[in-house]
Nanobody
């Protein structure tokens, strides 16, 4: 599985963005996808995750302005960010939980995309 994130850029405070993360490869092995972010000088933090059957989970601090969604036919996960704040400036990374069975043994790997930069500034 490979992930390609896009949609970042320079946005003014109060604006909105929709980030996309497109999966390719053996996408049928994906069980969940998520968005994380890493601001300069800070640790990576969870934004939100979504399972392939639509269950979502958000970081408590991001429930109000962030919306994760999945377009399964397009193998794409989106992250909508409203009312952007300068503190949202970060690299946004998508990841996927990939699970497959081989000879009855469950295998798991977490795959990461390359990230897309979001800068919120006037």
């Amino acid at each position: 599985v490979q992930l390609q994130a896009s949609g970042g850029g320079l946005v003014q405070p109060g604006g909105s963005l929709r980030l996309s993360c497109k999966a390719s490869g053996t996408v049928s092995d994906i069980t969940a996808m998520g968005w994380f972010r890493q601001a300069p000088g800070k640790q990576r933090e969870l934004v939100a995750t979504i399972t392939t059957d639509g269950h979502t989970n958000y970081s408590n601090s991001m429930k109000a302005r962030f919306t994760i969604s999945m377009d399964s036919p397009k193998n794409t996960v989106y992250l909508r960010i409203n009312n952007l704040e300068p503190e949202d400036t970060a690299v946004y990374l998508c990841n996927a939980d990939v699970v497959w069975f081989q000879r009855g043994i469950r295998n798991y790997v977490e795959v990461w995309g390359q990230g897309t930069h979001v800068t919120v500034s006037s």
